[in-house]
């Protein structure tokens, strides 16, 4: 079994943007997070906040590729972790498609399948919420998906 998810979207900005929505902390709380202890690096251990649901966790990056590509891990500290990649491929000055995958769930996990949609749902919301930001500057989206 295929243990990954995947999501793509086309969002109508260059490139530079879309990843700077990402690894600047404070853009990060208009789409997706509420917060990011400090920009995202190479190296770096970077904690995430979720004020609304009074939760955080931590991200590995393992690997940025300013423009083009994001590599972290995340959910060591409950013993599910998985590597996101993003990447982003500027068509043109005006537009992006960006690519998030996600791999490593456990396929001997009796959940799985339930996990694997909920990665899917979760990943194309946190997409349409950042293309709802930087298409449009609508930034009351984010936490509202409701499992």
């Given at each position: 079994m295929d243990t990954q998810v995947t999501a793509k979207f086309k969002i109508?900005?260059?490139a530079n943007e879309v990843f700077e929505a990402i690894v600047d902390p404070v853009k990060i709380g208009n789409f997706w997070?509420?917060?990011s202890s400090e920009r995202w690096?190479?190296?770096k251990t970077v904690t995430l906040r979720y004020d609304e649901y009074h939760a955080e966790g931590v991200i590995n990056?393992?690997?940025i590729e300013g423009n083009k590509k994001i590599v972290f891990s995340w959910g060591a500290e409950s013993d599910q972790e998985t590597v996101v990649t993003i990447t982003l491929k500027e068509?043109?000055?005006t537009s992006t498609?960006?690519?998030v995958n996600e791999s490593g769930l456990k396929e001997d996990d009796p959940e799985i399948v339930n996990k694997m949609i909920g990665q899917k749902e979760g990943w194309v919301y946190t997409l349409t919420c950042l293309k709802a930001y930087l298409e449009n500057n609508v930034?009351?989206?984010r936490a509202s998906l409701i499992h």
């Open positions: 109508l900005k260059p997070f509420s917060s690096e190479q190296g990056v393992l690997e068509l043109d000055h498609i960006i690519e930034t009351n989206l």
